[in-house]
């Protein structure tokens, strides 16, 4: 139990990322180092984002533990919640567990198709009006 715990803490030390590393890799993975910076719970959600792909590669028992009710749920309840980037993460997370042949009466039945509908919607709206909204400065 002691060497175990001292694996764990060892671990910690040496993969643990304070705001000002995780700020920088954010940037640096965006190709943004010089303008705005994200936030460490922006970084966090991107990789928690990426995890969530990972794990709908996985097997058929991964994908089918990933669309029990309350996980389906959750994923849809991003949708109402992310921008563009994040949203596109999450459809495509939905999109390679229904790859998986058993899981698909559970995402029918959680009515994912009219959520992530919904969701798209809003979000093309938003773009939308954010690029009509954007002021062009001719040179």
Known sequence: PCAGMDELQHHRRTHSVDDSQAAAAAAAA?????????????????????????????????????????????????TQRMGPPGLLKVVKTIRWLTSEPSVLPAVKDSGAISQLVGACANSAQHVALAESAAVHVPR
């Open 30 to 78: 965006s190709g943004n180092a010089g303008g705005h910076q994200q936030t460490r719970a922006e970084w966090l959600l991107a990789k928690c984002l990426d995890l969530l792909l990972v794990l709908a590669h996985a097997d058929s028992v991964v994908k089918g533990l990933m669309c029990s009710k309350d996980n389906l749920q959750q994923l849809l309840d991003l």
